[in-house]
């Protein structure tokens, strides 16, 4: 997914929000199965696609390559257990995005939640291991 293109690299609009290209993320699927068959790449992934995108994505009339893996946000605060078995039953391998949780400016610090840090503890692992 693209941002609509302009003179700034993140182009917002009068509330703040991020303005999205009119380019659909099946085009840009396609553009990178391109990739894969001129041999420049050897897999192509997705990023954060949801459920109806990966189910559209999958049920394309002419999907010339799987995507091997979708990476999404996922760490204790935010499991997303549903999507990954969603991906995971349509063969779909998950790549965890941000494991170790959001900075403390997303109030989300999970290196040094309670815990966390008594699992570390009790299995003498770091917490970003366990995170992991």
């Not at 893996?69 to 779909?92: A, G, M, S």
């Amino acid at each position: 997914m693209g941002f609509k293109p302009g003179e700034k690299d993140i182009p917002l609009d009068c509330n703040g929000m991020v303005i999205p290209s009119n380019t659909s993320f099946l085009d840009t699927c396609e553009a990178m199965e391109d990739l894969v068959i001129e041999g420049l790449v050897r897999k192509g992934g997705m990023s954060n696609l949801n459920h109806e995108q990966l189910e559209t994505l999958l049920n394309k009339p002419v999907l010339r390559f799987k995507p091997v893996t979708n990476q999404i946000e996922c760490h204790p605060y935010l499991t997303q257990k549903n999507l990954i078995d969603f991906c995971h039953k349509r063969n779909v391998s998950v790549t965890a995005y941000r494991p170790l949780g959001g900075s403390s400016k997303d109030g989300v610090d999970l290196l040094d939640d309670d815990v966390i840090r008594k699992i570390a503890k009790k299995h003498a692992k770091s917490p970003a291991q366990i995170l992991i």
